[in-house]
């Protein structure tokens, strides 16, 4: 019941962008189903009527032409009508949860046209994926001037289950809008090396904070792990520290020692208790 709500509102969220993409099809078979060509030269009499008294040169191309190329002149119309609106438009707006799949964000960039993309109230493994893909060309993660300077740069580094050196399976626990406490992680990786990075709140401030001391951090600790690692990342996160985190720790190419990355979200709801579920998304 729980995963069919999920499907529904994801499908709400992004109705209108569905409603177009559909459209672009039936634009291309409506002419053939409907025979678009026939109904012309029906409306214009070619035998007595000269090209010049033709005043469209749509109806010309037409009658000229197959139902199928009325059909792709059509589809490539409202192609690019959709294209040059969604230009100038952000991707998931509203105060609600954007929870798609990869694929729905790749039709509406290279598809509907969509250059920018609000990382906001999408889940973190999905602001990576978008953001290590360069999905869109531009990410919109909250004006600049929501977000308060980390002035403090108090970051608390806590290590866990380190004896077995030959592990290279870690747990990276990153708190930032809140603190995760450790009966949250899924006990099925319990006994797995961890790294607790902490931006410790100096005066318990609710206001979004943007932290290099952070982001710097959470690389330095990446870097000095011995040999490929395979990383689970558990983080609560705002947007703009996620992606530039993504740009920094993540985005290497083949100059990182990260072998896998896997990211968990946490469970969601009026009656979660915010846990992270046991199975992750690998991004790579």
């Known amino acids: ?30 002419p053939i189903l409907f025979d678009f060509k026939t109904k012309i030269e029906d409306l214009v009499d070619t035998s007595k009527t000269t090209i010049l008294e033709i005043k469209s040169i749509f109806l010309l191309f037409a009658i000229k032409s197959g139902n199928v190329l009325i059909g792709l002149t059509l589809f490539i119309i409202v192609l690019f009508i959709f294209r040059k609106y969604h230009a100038e438009q952000k991707l998931n707006m509203g105060n609600h949860y954007h929870n798609h799949t990869y694929v729905y964000y790749w039709m509406c960039s290279n598809i509907l046209g969509y250059k920018t993309c609000s990382l906001i109230l999408v889940p973190v493994f999905m602001q990576i994926k978008l953001i290590l893909k360069d999905t869109f060309s531009n990410f919109y993660y909250g004006e600049d001037s929501v977000y308060a300077e980390d002035t403090e740069n108090r970051i608390s580094i806590t290590k866990k289950n380190f004896e077995n050196k030959e592990n290279e399976l870690i747990n990276i626990v990153i708190s930032d809008t809140y603190l995760i406490e450790e009966e949250r992680l899924p006990h099925l990786y319990n006994l797995n090396p961890t790294i607790f990075i902490i931006r410790e709140k100096i005066n318990d401030s609710k206001t979004r904070v943007f932290s290099k001391a952070l982001i710097d951090e959470i690389n330095n600790q990446i870097c000095s792990l011995q040999g490929e690692v395979k990383i689970n990342l558990f983080a609560t996160m705002n947007p703009k520290n996620i992606y530039y985190m993504t740009k920094l720790v993540f985005k290497k190419a083949n100059r990182s020692n990260i072998a896998r990355l896997t990211v968990f979200t946490q469970s969601r709801g009026a009656s979660s208790d915010w846990t992270f579920d046991e199975s992750g998304k690998k991004i790579f």
Not at 2 to 22: A, C, H, P, T, V
């Open 1 to 30: 019941m729980k995963k069919r709500n999920m499907y529904l509102e994801s499908f709400i969220d992004g109705i209108f962008q569905y409603i177009k993409l559909l459209l672009l099809p039936i634009s291309f078979f409506i």
